[in-house]
């Protein structure tokens, strides 16, 4: 058991939206307590993702590595979380990331936030390491570190089943987040993975969770009710949320498809990543490409829905293999991102291979955009012999060839062999096999990679993958560029125009993934969230004051990752990552040659030294960040 203390507000009273307090784990000392959060803090940074990477700063010292005991695991909710917006039972995930040992945070759809703050929380916080593998459990009699020798070894669909089985407990009276044996074994691109599907992955977080010998973080349906100033109408604008949402042609169409066909779509738009960035064109037979349609996949994998908190968009489903090697494997409808990984991007063009890959990679607990890259990077170097059938332990690395990535999953995700290269993420390997192979890579000099598109194509998420302080994007396509006064139409290929959209834009990702919902609901309606955050806590939050919230969080990330020496040399994408179109429609078009001019318009506009990327102290004055100034 925990020795456990509690620290109350001293008024005892209510702060409208919030649980009002966050549980602080010392897994070394085998103690929690309970802390109370203020008003004050929270009207700075909200919750979820710019609460996290505020603790982190404050509490974590940039120049630890991110597999130290002191560094913390933050698992937050925001606001908004459990009510009845839609995919409110989300959670953000804030670290020091085990890929870039920089500021990592990412977020999880399903019920773990919303069940988090019934049991009286808003957030999670683990520091410390345990001597032997445990796992929490939380619920609304208290906080208990159980032994989890006998989970040791165990896929995550396993884990989930069997702690469920210890409780006595049902799906969906309580969630399990864990780690699978990726996790267990540090790879360095381990997620964090709950309610049989959702993953929080980006920047290693499942490995720093294993280097706390922490296989789980389970939370129980508690009774605990969040205070709302106006529930009412935090109702209607929930539903504005939605009615909005279904208005716009693509939020209709991502509401009844998800995204689990989008690798048809995308193949006729030439913005899917093809065999490592080695050609914009994906060659494949019709016949076989019409099998990764929505309609197709959820049909011959018998789709039975199975949504998130509140949610009644027809995004998730629980599927199952009929036929062949691999039938009665049960899983959660892959993402979008997850069909890319385990079809274009490494070659392989039966769906059914496809979907046991990913498959695979959720159930040992690898984030499945980087896992793309590495085996992409492996079948490169094999067919060029950089790396050979010797190497791999007899392992013929052909593109497509899906049977030996399946087995390279395993091999990367204990550690075994070349696997163990591999596990280290994408630079790492590349550089451990030096030579040509460096130039083969894709990913960003700090050592994130990509999500699933080819960015060559879309030189915003490019430019904001290599220059983000979190490993992954942190603005998007998507974004409030009308609410914001920005052109809604824009030459995708200018330069100045997206490096001056891009600074424009930051901000507005970072808040919302601070309010911890699914962007599927939330779709960047940046006013309708505002008003939703006011109706739960009674403030007088508008779109400018949100802006200043991702924007402060913006600037204490990029302050603490310069401490932690993370500088402006490598806000750059590698050779591969940055490389010129060689084919496909926008063939010839590349961005390294405006990329000098790109960064210094964009730290000039984010109020940055044009030289260093740092936070000028005015910057930082401006957005209440004058304590940080010390550290740069």
């Given at each position: ?61 940039p120049g630890i590595e991110w597999s130290d005991p002191a560094n913390r695991l933050f698992i937050g909710t925001g606001p908004l979380g459990g009510t009845k917006v839609g995919g409110t039972g989300s959670i953000s995930v804030v670290t020091k990331g085990a890929l870039t040992n920089g500021i990592a945070c990412s977020q999880a759809n399903g019920f773990f936030g919303a ?22 459990y939380i619920n609304d009699d208290g906080v208990e570190l159980r032994d989890a020798s006998h989970l040791v070894g165990k896929n995550n669909y396993e884990v989930d089943r069997l702690i469920k089985e210890e409780l006595n407990k049902k799906d969906k009276k309580v969630c399990v987040l864990s780690i699978g044996p990726a996790g267990e074994n540090m790879a360095r691109f ?22 706390k010998k922490l296989k789980a973080i389970v939370v129980e349906r508690g009774k605990n009710v969040v205070p709302l100033k106006d529930k009412d109408a935090l109702s209607e604008q929930a539903k504005k949320l939605l009615a909005n949402d279904l208005a716009d042609p693509f939020g209709a169409m991502f509401w009844e498809e998800g995204t689990v066909g989008g690798v048809v ?368």
């Amino acid at each position: 058991m925990l020795k456990t203390t509690t620290q109350l507000l001293q008024d005892n009273q209510p702060i409208y939206g919030y649980a009002g307090k966050i549980l602080r784990v010392d897994l070394t000392n085998k103690e929690s307590k309970s802390e109370a959060l203020s008003e004050t803090t929270l009207k700075k940074y909200i919750g979820g993702t710019a609460l996290g990477i505020k603790y982190v700063y404050d509490e974590v010292d940039p120049g630890i590595e991110w597999s130290d005991p002191a560094n913390r695991l933050f698992i937050g909710t925001g606001p908004l979380g459990g009510t009845k917006v839609g995919g409110t039972g989300s959670i953000s995930v804030v670290t020091k990331g085990a890929l870039t040992n920089g500021i990592a945070c990412s977020q999880a759809n399903g019920f773990f936030g919303a069940f988090l703050r019934f049991c009286g929380y808003d957030a999670v916080i683990v520091q410390g390491a345990a001597p032997e593998w445990v796992y929490l459990y939380i619920n609304d009699d208290g906080v208990e570190l159980r032994d989890a020798s006998h989970l040791v070894g165990k896929n995550n669909y396993e884990v989930d089943r069997l702690i469920k089985e210890e409780l006595n407990k049902k799906d969906k009276k309580v969630c399990v987040l864990s780690i699978g044996p990726a996790g267990e074994n540090m790879a360095r691109f381990a997620c964090t993975f709950t309610e049989l599907g959702h993953v929080a992955g980006h920047n290693g977080t499942g490995a720093v969770m294993g280097s706390k010998k922490l296989k789980a973080i389970v939370v129980e349906r508690g009774k605990n009710v969040v205070p709302l100033k106006d529930k009412d109408a935090l109702s209607e604008q929930a539903k504005k949320l939605l009615a909005n949402d279904l208005a716009d042609p693509f939020g209709a169409m991502f509401w009844e498809e998800g995204t689990v066909g989008g690798v048809v779509g995308r193949t006729h738009m030439h913005i899917l990543p093809v065999k490592n960035y080695t050609t914009n064109e994906h060659v494949i037979d019709p016949e076989k490409l019409e099998k990764y349609t929505y309609q197709n996949i959820r049909t011959k994998f018998e789709a039975k829905p199975s949504p998130c908190w509140a949610c009644t968009a027809k995004h998730c489903h629980m599927m199952k293999v009929t036929e062949g090697k691999y039938a009665g494997r049960v899983f959660e409808e892959p993402e979008y991102e997850a069909m890319a990984a385990c079809s274009s991007v490494i070659g392989v063009d039966d769906v059914t291979m496809s979907v046991v890959l990913a498959t695979e990679v959720d159930d040992l607990g690898l984030e499945m955009n980087e896992i793309g890259w590495v085996i992409a990077f492996t079948m490169e170097c094999y067919e060029k012999g950089l790396v050979t059938k010797e190497d791999l332990d007899g392992l013929e690395m052909n593109w497509g060839n899906g049977e030996a990535a399946m087995t390279l999953l395993d091999m990367i995700a204990h550690r075994k062999g070349f696997g163990n290269v591999l596990a280290d993420g994408v630079m790492r390997a590349a550089q451990h096999v030096g030579g040509e192979a460096t130039n083969i890579a894709v990913c960003t000099l700090k050592g994130n990679t990509p999500r699933g598109h080819d960015h060559r194509v879309l030189w915003l998420e490019l430019f904001d993958t290599c220059v983000s302080n979190t490993g992954t994007l942190e603005t998007h396509r998507a974004a409030p560029f009308k609410l914001l006064g920005l052109p809604m139409k824009y030459d995708s290929f200018d330069p100045e125009v997206v490096s001056t959209l891009e600074a424009k834009i930051k901000g507005a990702m970072i808040f919302e993934d601070s309010l911890v919902g699914c962007r599927f609901h939330t779709a960047s309606q940046m006013d309708v969230l505002c008003d939703a955050v006011n109706a739960a806590t009674g403030w007088d939050l508008d779109v400018d004051e949100a802006m200043k919230i991702g924007r402060r969080v913006v600037n204490l990330a990029r302050v603490y990752n310069l401490a932690a020496g993370i500088g402006a040399e490598l806000d750059a994408p590698s050779p591969r990552y940055g490389s010129t179109l060689s084919d496909g429609p926008n063939a010839g078009k590349g961005i390294m040659p405006h990329w000098d001019k790109m960064l210094r318009n964009y730290y000039q506009l984010m109020g940055w030294d044009e030289k260093t990327g740092a936070p000028l102290p005015q910057t930082l004055k401006d957005l209440d960040l004058e304590f940080a100034i010390t550290r740069l």
